[in-house]
């Protein structure tokens, strides 16, 4: 079975900083997908971004990018200029890429929480 | 606009009685969800459903029950079988591609 780990419960930040949020994971599978989901307090869980395992780009979206190590098993989100609204929850989530029973669910880690300082 | 309601935003119920979530979705996704949130974790899925008439347990089944009856609404019963009911539930959505799941804005539920 698939496991993700974020081993840091809490970070906090700087307003217009930037900060590293750390994720890893176990699986024996070559194929899948990973997502960084936000959390705010009203608890609307928000995509942030995905990664395609079998791309080795990394994706960027605007001040969010990601730094996937494949090898490492390894998949960290990159938060440029922290703005007050980035405050919240985050989660690591992995999902196969294999369409077989069950397979289609996201597996998440346990979250960490994000304060912006001003 | 598309998207996914839950309903009620907070739900009461005392211990002993069942207690239906509702999840609606206009996004005209295939799949539906259900997940768990309890403090500390991370989300915990319940049951899923690829297609309407069909739904399969997820990890922690036990104590709820579903049905998916169209294609736009996948509710959650909670039942009375369930130990530890009172939770964050979070109802998701995605598409045949089955990249990304979008979620609901949750239901918060307190059984006493």
């Known amino acids: 079975a698939q496991t993700v780990t974020q081993s840091q419960p809490e970070m906090s930040v700087q307003e217009a900083e930037t900060v590293t949020l750390s994720c890893t994971y176990d699986t024996s599978e070559s194929d899948y997908y990973l997502f960084w989901y936000k959390q705010p307090p009203s608890r609307q869980m928000i995509l942030v971004i995905r990664q395609e395992a079998y791309k080795q780009q990394n994706a960027t979206e605007n001040r969010f990018s990601v730094n996937f190590q494949k090898a490492a098993k390894s998949f960290s989100l990159k938060i440029s200029d922290s703005q007050l609204g980035d405050a919240a929850m985050y989660f690591c989530a992995y999902r196969s890429a294999y369409r077989t029973g069950g397979s289609e669910k996201l597996v998440f880690g346990k979250g960490m929480k994000l304060t912006v300082n001003p | 606009d598309g998207g996914i309601t839950q309903s009620p935003k907070y739900l009461f119920r005392k211990e002993g009685q069942n207690v239906t979530l509702s999840c609606e979705q206009n996004l005209n996704h295939d799949a539906m969800y259900w997940y768990r949130q309890d403090p500390g974790q991370g989300l915990r899925l319940i049951y899923y459903?690829?297609?309407?008439?069909?739904?399969q347990k997820g990890d922690i089944a036990e104590g709820y029950s579903v049905s998916r009856e169209k294609k736009e609404s996948f509710p959650l019963t909670v039942t009375s079988a369930q130990k530890n009911p009172t939770a964050f539930y979070l109802c998701?959505?995605?598409?045949?591609?089955?990249?990304?799941?979008?979620f609901g804005p949750g239901t918060r539920l307190t059984v006493t």
């Open positions: 459903s690829q297609i309407v008439n069909d739904f």
């Open positions: 998701a959505s995605s598409d045949r591609r089955g990249y990304e799941q979008y």
